[in-house]
T-cell receptor
Framework: AQSVTQPDIHITVSEGASLELRCNYSYGATPYLFWYVQSPGQGLQLLLKYFSGDTLVQGIKGFEAEFKRSQSSFNLRKPSVHWSDAAEYFC???????????FGTGTRLQVTL | DAGVIQSPRHEVTEMGQEVTLRCKPISGHDYLFWYRQTMMRGLELLIY????????DSGMPEDRFSAKMPNASFSTLKIQPSEPRDSAVYFCASSLRSRTTDTQYFGPGTRLTVL
């Protein structure tokens, strides 16, 4: 069965600093990969996704992620964090005919001013 | 498009009562998913439907939980009887299966508290 690991439970960065959130997956074939963001009291919003092709994926709000097959990773990056980026970030892997998603445990991002 | 709509947004009930959560998916989507989010277990897929038919309910915790999708624009998740350990945020999501994209769009969730 597939699994997703987000090793960082909580990360704090200063506004304007760069950000990288880690995600590792376990799956026998090339999965569909997603990053979602959840603000307090809100549902999940899709930031970006990888299905095939270019391994560097651009998303909304200035985020990008890079699929590295050799490392089974799909890390999320942003060059300059804004205070409004404070939220919880979930990596997910989708497999099967309905892209049944398995989520990581999430990384809570705190942004200091 | 209004997105995925869930109601109620908050539900407080007492142990033993029946709880019904509702979801309206995005128009035209052919998949509907129910998730549960708790601090202890994170986000778990409970059940999903394709064209109103339940496909995989292996995530439903026990027989107290049931889900239906009587038509393409409405689904319910019912808990009867409810227990305190059912307290969680329940999300509904929908997607449109295509060759190139398979993105799930989430509703705002229903926060359930069972006393």
């Amino acid at each position: 069965a597939q699994s997703v690991t987000q090793p960082d439970i909580h990360i704090t960065v200063s506004e304007g600093a760069s950000l990288e959130l880690r995600c590792n997956y376990s799956y026998g074939a090339t999965p569909y990969l997603f990053w979602y963001v959840q603000s307090p009291g809100q549902g999940l919003q899709l930031l970006l996704k990888y299905f095939s092709g270019d391994t560097l994926v651009q998303g909304i709000k200035g985020f990008e992620a890079e699929f590295k097959r050799s490392q089974s990773s799909f890390n999320l990056r942003k060059p300059s964090v804004h205070w409004s980026d404070a939220a919880e970030y979930f990596c997910a892997v989708g497999v099967g005919t309905a892209s049944k998603l398995t989520f990581g445990t999430g990384t809570r991002l705190q942004v200091t001013l | 498009d209004a997105g995925v709509i869930q109601s109620p947004r908050h539900e407080v009930t007492e142990m033993g009562q029946e709880v019904t959560l509702r979801c309206k998916p995005i128009s035209g989507h052919d998949y509907l998913f129910w998730y549960r989010q708790t601090m202890m277990r994170g986000l778990e897929l409970l059940i999903y439907f394709n064209n109103n038919v339940p496909i995989d309910d292996s995530g439903m915790p026990e027989d107290r939980f049931s889900a239906k999708m009587p038509n393409a624009s409405f689904s319910t998740l019912k808990i009867q009887p409810s227990e305190p350990r059912d307290s969680a945020v329940y999300f509904c999501a929908s997607s449109l299966r295509s060759r190139t994209t398979d993105t799930q769009y989430f509703g705002p969730g229903t926060r359930l508290t069972v006393l």
